[in-house]
C-alpha cells in the first residue's frame, strides 16, 4: 500500500468514526452503554490522529498499520449497527433489550483489546520516529512482539539497533516454534533479505542470515534458500571486490557453525563450496582471502558426508596439501583442519574412505606425505595434533606395508607435550585395534619401532590422561602372542596389574580389556618359565655329552698321531713291500689328500650332529681345532677302526632316544 493510499485511508476510517459518534449521540436509549461506547470510539480516533501525524513519508513497514485499518473499520461498523438498534423502541426491541445489553458488554471487551494493540502500534511508530525502538513488554502480543522487531529491523536508525532487533527475532523462533509463521506472514523474511544485502557490517549480515536459516527449515519449497545462496554465489564471484568477497565467506563459515541443517542444503553443496575452493586456488586471491575461504570450508565440512565428498571430487585435496606444504599461519591450520574434518568422515563412512583414499589416489598420497612431515617435523602442537588425529582416523586405509605411517606416530609417543603423546596413542590404538584387520602386522611395526618402552615410559612418568589410551594400546599388542614376550620384559603385566581401579572403570573399553590382557600374559609367562627350565636341562645334557665326545675323540687322535711316526716312514721307504702285502698302490700325496679330506669330512659331520643337537657353539669350535691338529694323514683302514666307534656312539645316543620316545607314546 502506498503512502499516499495509507493516508487516504486513515482519512477515510476518521469519518467513518466521526458517523458513529454522531450515531451515539442521536441515541434514544442504552444512554449509560452508548456512553461508554462514545468514550472508546473517541480514544480510537486518537490514535488514528496520532498515528497519520507519526508517518513519515520514507519507506515504511506497514504490515501492522494494514491489520489495524482492516480490524477498525469493522469495528467501526459492528458499532453503528448496535447504536442503530438503540433506537427502534418497539416490541420486538423490548424482547431483545436484554440482548442488546449482552452485545454492549461483549463489545466493549473487543474494544478494549484492540485499543491496547493500536496504542502499541502508535508507540512503535512513534520510537522509530525518534530514532529509537519499542521495547518488548509482557502484555505484547505474539504478533505486535514480531511486528515490533521487524520495524526495527525496517526502520531503525542505528545499525545497533537493527542487529539486535534480528537476534530478537531469532530468540523468539528458538523460544517457540509458533513464530516461525508468524515472522513468515508479518513479513519479516523480505526485511531480513534486505538487511543481508546491504553494505553494512559483518555482524549484521551474520544475524540476518541465521534468522533466515532458521526460518528456510521451515520453508518446504526452499525459496529462502535458494535466495540466500543467489546472493552469496554473486558475492563471492570473480567480478565482486575482494572485501566483499572475503565478507560472504566469513558469512557463509558462520551459518555453516551455527546452523548445521543449513550446510546440508544441496544448493550449499553443488554451488559454494565449488565458489570457495575456486578462490582459494587462485592466485589472485589474497591470503586474507585465502584464509576467509579456508575457514568457510573447514566449517562446512565438519560432520557432513556430502560436503566432504564435494571437496574430493574438485581440486580440493590436492590444493589442501600444496597449501599445508608453502603456507604457514592460519591458512595453513586451517588446511589441516579440513583435512581432520574430511578423515574423520572417512574413518566413519566406508563408502566414501575407499573412494576418497584409495592407493592409487595422487591426491591422498599427497595429504598423507604432508601429513606426516607435519608429524615428524614441525614442533608446533596446534599443527601436529590434527596431523596425528588425520592418520589415526586413516588407519584402515593403510596395508601392511605402509609402515612408514607407523614410526612417526611411536616417535611422537616420547613427545615432551603431552597432548601429542596422547595422541599418537590413541592414533596406534586404531592401528592395533581389533577393528583393524591388519592389526598383527602393525603391531608387529610398533614393536620393530621400540614403542614399547615409550609406552612404558608415558605410564611411568607421563600426565594421567594419557594412561588409558596407552593401556588400551598395550593390551591390544598383547592380543598377539609374539609382542607377549616384550612387553612382559618390558613390564606391561606388572602395569596392568597395578591399574588403579578407578581407570577401568571410567573407561568401559579398559573394563574387560584389561583383565582379559593379564590373563593371557600371565598364562605366556608359565608357559615361558616351564620351556626355559626344560630346555636349560637338555642344554646341559647335550654339553656334556659333547665334552665326551670331543674328549674321545681327542685321545684317539693322540693316539694314532704316536704310531704315525713309526707307520709313515715304513710305508714311503719300502713302496714295493707294501704292493706286495696287497697294499693299495698310493702315493703318498694322494694319501695325504684322501685322508684330510675325510677325517674332515667326519668332524664336520660331529660338529653339524652337536649343533643340531642344541649344543652350544664352545664345544663344537673345540671339536674342530682337535681334527685339524691331529688328523694330518691317516690311512682309510684306521679312519674306519677309530672315527666309526664314534659316529656309531653318536648315532645310537639319537636313536635311543627316539625310541624312548616313541615307547612312551604307545604306553600312553
Known amino acids: 500500500m502506498a503512502l499516499c493510499s495509507y493516508a487516504q485511508q486513515l482519512f477515510d476510517l476518521m469519518l467513518l468514526g466521526e458517523d458513529v459518534s454522531f450515531a451515539i449521540n442521536e441515541s434514544n436509549s442504552f444512554k449509560v452503554e452508548c456512553g461508554e461506547l462514545g468514550k472508546r470510539v473517541s480514544r480510537l480516533l486518537e490514535l488514528l490522529s496520532d498515528l497519520l501525524i507519526t508517518t513519515d513519508p520514507t519507506p515504511l513497514y506497514l504490515r501492522p498499520i494494514n491489520c489495524m485499518v482492516a480490524k477498525l473499520k469493522g469495528h467501526f461498523e459492528a458499532a453503528r449497527r448496535i447504536v442503530c438498534n438503540c433506537k427502534h423502541r418497539n416490541l420486538i426491541w423490548r424482547l431483545f433489550a436484554s440482548r442488546i445489553a449482552a452485545e454492549f458488554e461483549e463489545f466493549f471487551h473487543v474494544l478494549d483489546a484492540f485499543i491496547g494493540e493500536m496504542e502499541l502500534v502508535v508507540r512503535l511508530y512513534e520510537a522509530q520516529t525518534r530514532g529509537g525502538c519499542l521495547k518488548t513488554v509482557d502484555r505484547m502480543s505474539p504478533t505486535v512482539s514480531v511486528w515490533s522487531s521487524i520495524a526495527t529491523v525496517e526502520m531503525g536508525s542505528s545499525l545497533d539497533d537493527r542487529i539486535e532487533a534480528v537476534n530478537h527475532l531469532a530468540s523468539l523462533v528458538r523460544h517457540k516454534h509458533d513464530y516461525k509463521h508468524i515472522i513468515v506472514e508479518e513479513g519479516g523474511v523480505d526485511s531480513l533479505m534486505k538487511l543481508l544485502k546491504e553494505n553494512c557490517s559483518l555482524v549484521a549480515h551474520i544475524a540476518a542470515a541465521n534468522t533466515l536459516c532458521l526460518l528456510a527449515n521451515e520453508d518446504n519449497e526452499g525459496t529462502i534458500m535458494k535466495e540466500m545462496v543467489s546472493t552469496f554465489i554473486k558475492s563471492l564471484s570473480k567480478t565482486s571486490p575482494i572485501s566483499k568477497q572475503m565478507q560472504t565467506a566469513d558469512l557463509v563459515a558462520s551459518i555453516a557453525e551455527r546452523n548445521p541443517e543449513s550446510k546440508q542444503h544441496d544448493l550449499i553443496r553443488e554451488n559454494i563450496i565449488w565458489q570457495l575452493v575456486i578462490l582459494l586456488s587462485s592466485e589472485q586471491s589474497t591470503l586474507e582471502l585465502k584464509i576467509s575461504c579456508s575457514k568457510a ?150 614393536i620393530e619401532f621400540e614403542g614399547v618402552p615409550l609406552m612404558m615410559k608415558l605410564l611411568n612418568s607421563g600426565d594421567k590422561s594419557t594412561h588409558p589410551h596407552v593401556l588400551a594400546l598395550i593390551c591390544y599388542l598383547a592380543q598377539h602372542d609374539s609382542n607377549s614376550n616384550v612387553l612382559i620384559k618390558a613390564g606391561a603385566l606388572t602395569a596392568l596389574q597395578t591399574i588403579d581401579p578407578k581407570v577401568n572403570t571410567e573407561y568401559r573399553e579398559l573394563e574387560t580389556l584389561v583383565p582379559r590382557t593379564i590373563s593371557k600374559l600371565q598364562s605366556y609367562l608359565t608357559v615361558e618359565q616351564q620351556q626355559t627350565e626344560s630346555s636349560t636341562g637338555i642344554k646341559q645334557f647335550f654339553t656334556k655329552q659333547s665334552k665326551a665326545v670331543v674328549a674321545t675323540i681327542g685321545g684317539r687322535l693322540k693316539l694314532l698321531y704316536k704310531g704315525l711316526t713309526v707307520y709313515l716312514p715304513r710305508l714311503v721307504k719300502n713302496p714295493r713291500k707294501r704292493i706286495l702285502g696287497a697294499i693299495p698302490p698310493l702315493k703318498t700325496t694322494r694319501i695325504q689328500q684322501f685322508l684330510k679330506a675325510k677325517c674332515m669330512e667326519l668332524a664336520l659331520m660331529s660338529v653339524y650332529y652337536l649343533k643340531k643337537r642344541l649344543v652350544i657353539e664352545e664345544p663344537a669350535q673345540k671339536l674342530r681345532l682337535v681334527v685339524r691338529k691331529f688328523v694330518k694323514l691317516l690311512e682309510k683302514k684306521e679312519i674306519r677302526r677309530n672315527f666309526g666307534y664314534i659316529i656309531h656312539k653318536l648315532n645310537e645316543n639319537v636313536l635311543s632316544k627316539k625310541k624312548k620316545k616313541k615307547k612312551k607314546k604307545r604306553r600312553e
Open 297 to 446: 570450508l573447514w566449517k562446512l565440512a565438519q560432520g557432513s558426508v556430502s560436503n566432504c565428498q564435494t571437496l574430493t571430487e574438485t581440486k580440493g585435496m590436492l590444493c589442501l596439501a600444496k597449501l599445508v606444504a608453502k603456507e604457514q599461519g592460519e591458512l595453513r591450520y586451517n588446511c589441516i583442519m579440513i583435512i581432520k574434518e574430511i578423515t574423520s568422515i572417512a574413518e566413519s563412512d566406508n563408502g566414501f574412505r575407499r573412494s576418497a583414499f584409495t592407493s592409487s589416489s595422487p591426491a591422498a598420497k599427497a595429504v598423507v606425505d604432508e601429513l606426516l612431515r607435519v608429524i615428524k617435523e614441525l614442533d608446533d602442537t596446534k599443527l601436529r595434533v590434527p596431523a596425528i588425529k588425520s592418520i589415526g582416523s586413516l588407519a584402515r586405509s593403510f596395508s601392511a606395508k605402509h609402515s612408514r605411517v607407523i614410526g612417526p606416530l611411536v616417535a611422537r609417543l616420547g613427545n615432551t607435550d603431552q597432548d601429542v603423546a596422547m595422541e599418537a596413542a590413541i592414533a596406534l590404538k586404531k592401528f592395533v585395534s581389533t577393528d583393524n584387520y591388519l592389526c598383527s602386522e602393525h603391531s608387529k611395526s610398533i
